[in-house]
């Protein structure tokens, strides 16, 4: 998956971007209502609202915007729309399987935006269930890549820890992958042992992967991709391409 781990390491980059356009501080702004609304207000009972305020502050969202989307959430505060998740599926140019986390306040509005990037893309939204047995969900965490021998010990530390895998093929990161429930243990022994930690959250991760060697489909493919990612109503998009670094960097 070295290839996939290159475009997760472009995205870092581009959140920049996304930052100054506003959207990201939205994106995560929903995330902190609904992991609020589902699991309380309390950070250290609430895993997934650890992990977006731990975002949120990488991103460098302000306090004050953070307890604002934590209250609205708990219902401490009112106003801000009522938003739903949903799951949309479908496929890509290449054969591609795309898997996206939705937070909406308008359903219909949503899934014809969403079916129109799609069509317009090479792409085709599907039904539910369509690529959803591709992937299955993994904590994953994400450290800067730290100095010689200090990048072996994390490593083991993880491991030891309840880690299932390290990804250390990218020179900028490394990725730790771990069960949905021991995420939190491993985050916590890898912070412990002076790991700087980027990003700790639960994603889907594709079982297999559809490598793709042709430039123009990796064009379209990465294409599809950005413009669902800056769609304000998703809030992840997973897929499970696997493109060479070379034609990566040489589309970047």
Request: proline fraction near 4%.
């Amino acid at each position: 998956m070295a290839g996939h781990s290159k475009w997760a390491n472009i995205k870092h980059r581009k959140a920049k971007v996304d930052e100054k356009r506003g959207k990201l501080f939205t994106k995560i702004g929903r995330e902190l209502i609904i992991a609020a609304r589902l699991g309380g207000g309390d950070p250290e009972a609430n895993p997934r609202l650890k992990a977006a305020i731990q975002k949120a502050k990488a991103a460098n969202m302000p306090s004050e915007n953070i307890q604002r989307a934590i209250m609205r959430g708990t219902g401490e505060l009112e106003g801000g729309a009522n938003y739903e998740e949903v799951t949309y599926e479908g496929y890509g140019p290449g054969g591609v399987a795309l898997l996206l986390n939705i937070a909406t306040d308008n359903r219909n509005r949503t899934a014809a935006e969403i079916r129109y990037i799609f069509s317009r893309h090479g792409g085709n939204l599907g039904e539910s269930g369509c690529v959803s047995w591709m992937f299955q969900p993994k904590g994953v965490i994400t450290l800067a890549v730290p100095p010689g021998d200090k990048r072996e010990e994390l490593t083991l530390k993880a491991i030891e820890a309840g880690a299932e895998d390290v990804d250390d093929s990218d020179q900028e990161m490394v990725e730790i992958y771990t069960t949905p429930g021991d995420l939190e243990t491993v985050r916590r022994a890898l912070e412990e042992a002076g790991a700087e930690v980027k990003e700790a959250e639960v994603r889907m991760v594709p079982n297999t992967t559809v490598t793709i060697e042709d430039p123009e489909t990796a064009a379209k493919v990465l294409k599809l991709v950005d413009l669902l990612e800056d769609h304000e109503d998703v809030q992840a998009v997973y897929t499970n391409f696997d493109i060479p670094d070379e034609i990566i960097e040489r589309l970047s």
